[in-house]
C-alpha cells in the first residue's frame, strides 16, 4: 500500500487520520507521517489498515 492509496481510500471512507488511527490501534502521527510519504509503517499497522478498509470494499491494490 502506498501513501497515496491510504490517503485515497480513507477519503472516500470519509475517515479522517485520527478515526481511522483507532480503529487500527496507531498513532494519529503514524498515519499522517505515512500519508505524506515520510516514513513507512510496521507491517502489522499496514495489516490492520488493510483490513480496515477490505471490511469497508476498498481494495486499496485497485486504487
Given at each position: 500500500?502506498t501513501p497515496k492509496q491510504c490517503r485515497?481510500?480513507?477519503?472516500?471512507?470519509?475517515?479522517s487520520t485520527r478515526e481511522l488511527a483507532?480503529?487500527?490501534?496507531?498513532?494519529?502521527?503514524?498515519?499522517?507521517?505515512?500519508?505524506?510519504?515520510?516514513?513507512?509503517?510496521?507491517?502489522?499497522?499496514?495489516?490492520?489498515?488493510?483490513?480496515?478498509?477490505?471490511?469497508?470494499?476498498?481494495?486499496?491494490?485497485?486504487?
Amino acid at each position: 500500500m502506498t501513501p497515496k492509496q491510504c490517503r485515497a481510500a480513507r477519503h472516500s471512507l470519509g475517515w479522517s487520520t485520527r478515526e481511522l488511527a483507532a480503529l487500527v490501534g496507531a498513532s494519529e502521527t503514524a498515519i499522517g507521517t505515512f500519508e505524506r510519504g515520510a516514513r513507512g509503517l510496521r507491517y502489522e499497522t499496514a495489516k490492520k489498515i488493510r483490513e480496515a478498509f477490505r471490511a469497508e470494499g476498498i481494495d486499496v491494490d485497485a486504487l
